[in-house]
């Protein structure tokens, strides 16, 4: 039976502080139109020190369950997708059902860095088809200022802080459409990784003072890997459904730097005007990106139930994935 998910609804939770180009030239040695040519970013936004990202999440939660007419017990899966949990354990995914007072539901966390939101898509669909599980809330919540060295103008220019929410029912009619391809790459995990506080390398007082404890990057490696895999993931994607570029009515790409995004555009051949594109507002949101530029994107009348809609992101360990969606 062809099985596909059902977006119900979706919604956001962005902070209300904003750093902008001007206030890093005020942190680091960069310039507005460093920034803006080489990423695209203008703005991002921040989290208040005490907001973690399962109050982003549970808050975006939250406006997708009342754009929705839901109540918490009405969800049976909760998937949050982040690089910034609260915590190791427990999973952010329990932080939020907790918050919620969803008690029925299953809650865990996927951990793909950018392409979290995307893994949790599909595994979403695996088990909804499976009829253990009838409506999910899939989260991608993110305080990566939290994480981020602002005294290295190499990544501190990058990331923000947001969440997006997305609730799904399964679909068994012809309407629909759900095809996915996802990758992974650990031989690239030092391209981008937070080397302290796990078991690796558990935090002490050295680690702390080589400030181990911050996003580490490889920007340039990482830019070739990005467009690569990011086609690679989009291809592949279609191929399953039998769909081609010239069909779609939105692509929605991970917003990790502009110049990755139009690179990716003009290898896959789609017209400029149906690429949702918010980094100048957000920057990298990580996991929350595509779930913030989704809700976005219907919110201005962009795509409706009957758009084919594809999503595709790379990220950290090496992760990529697509996930086409009719709605
Ligand atoms: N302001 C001014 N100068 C800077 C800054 C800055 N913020 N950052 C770096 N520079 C300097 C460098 O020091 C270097 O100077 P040098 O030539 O004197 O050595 C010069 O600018 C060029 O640096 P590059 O790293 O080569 O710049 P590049 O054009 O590659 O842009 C960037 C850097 C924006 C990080 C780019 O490589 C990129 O976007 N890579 C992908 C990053 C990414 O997507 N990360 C996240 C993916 S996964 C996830 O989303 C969690």
Redesign the pocket.
């Known amino acids: 039976m062809k099985t596909y998910l059902k977006v119900v609804s979706t919604g956001i939770a962005i902070p209300d502080k904003v750093i902008s180009n001007a206030d890093?030239e005020k942190m680091?040695?960069?310039?507005d139109d460093?920034?803006v040519t080489?990423?695209g970013i203008h703005e991002r936004r921040i989290s208040e020190n005490g907001v973690s990202s399962g109050d982003l999440g549970a808050q975006a939660a939250r406006m997708a369950l009342d754009n929705a007419g839901l109540s918490a017990g009405d969800i049976d899966l909760i998937m949050v997708a982040t690089?910034s949990g609260d915590h190791l354990f427990p999973s952010t995914a329990c932080i939020i059902q907790n918050k919620l007072g969803a008690k029925q539901a299953t809650a865990f966390d996927i951990s793909a860095?950018?392409s979290g939101f995307l893994y949790c898509l599909t595994v979403a669909h695996s088990l909804l088809s499976t009829g253990s599980f009838r409506t999910a809330l899939i989260i991608g919540a993110e305080t990566?200022s939290k994480i981020t060295d602002y005294s290295d103008?190499?990544?501190?220019?990058?990331?923000g802080d947001g969440a997006g929410a997305m609730i799904v029912t399964l679909g068994t009619d012809d309407k629909g459409l759900f095809a996915s391809h996802l990758g992974s790459d650990g031989s690239y995990a030092p391209l981008?990784n937070l080397p302290a506080g796990g078991s690796r390398l558990p935090a002490s007082l050295e680690t702390v003072r080589q400030d181990l404890h911050y996003?580490k990057?490889n920007?340039?490696?990482?830019?070739k890997v990005?467009v690569r895999s990011m086609e690679e993931a989009a291809i592949m994607t279609l191929s399953k459904a039998h769909v081609s570029t010239a069909q779609l009515d939105l692509l929605i790409p991970?917003q990790?730097?502009i110049?990755?995004i139009n690179s990716l555009v003009k290898r896959l051949g789609v017209e400029e005007k149906k690429v949702y594109v918010n980094i100048e507002r957000y920057g990298?949101t990580?996991a929350a990106?595509i779930p913030i530029a989704y809700h976005e994107a219907r919110a201005q009348g962009l795509c409706d139930e009957n758009s084919l809609i594809l999503m595709v992101?790379?990220?950290?360990g090496?992760t990529w994935g697509g996930v086409l969606i009719r709605g």
């Open positions: 890093l680091v040695e960069t310039s460093w920034i080489r990423t690089a860095a950018c990566l103008r190499s990544t501190c220019v990058l990331f981008l996003i990057m920007g340039n490696e990482l830019f990005a991970h990790a730097n110049r990755i990298n990580s990106s992101a790379f990220g950290g090496i």
